[in-house]
């Protein structure tokens, strides 16, 4: 993911519209999640987790994030995955992703 993206994190972050942790599963089965992207270096059993229930409810994941980077960008430190509870800019992420 490039700068923009990073950028559109920091506003999903500062509009609190982003879900972790134990809620995250709780959301995406109740489809208030619209985007779920996690890092590159998280564990295969999470990472399998989370993508098998993404797919199920026919959420959107991507596993593309340097943990680094998201560290030095937003201060986001021990989180591996997170969701992204807002449409449009779920929509925006996805769009840059894809391109």
Do not use: H, W
């Not at 229930?53 to 997170?82: R, S």
């Amino acid at each position: 993911m490039d700068e923009k993206g990073y950028n559109y994190l920091g506003l999903a972050m500062k509009a609190r519209k982003i879900s972790t942790g134990s809620t995250l599963l709780e959301q995406i089965k109740k489809k208030k999640v619209f985007l779920v992207l996690s890092v590159k270096t998280m564990g295969q059993t999470q990472e399998k987790r989370f993508s098998q229930k993404c797919f199920f409810y026919q959420i959107p994941y991507f596993n593309l994030l340097n943990e680094t980077t998201l560290y030095e960008k937003l201060g986001i430190n021990n989180i591996k995955v997170f969701g992204i509870t807002d449409i449009n800019l779920a929509k925006q992420i996805i769009g840059l992703i894809t391109m």
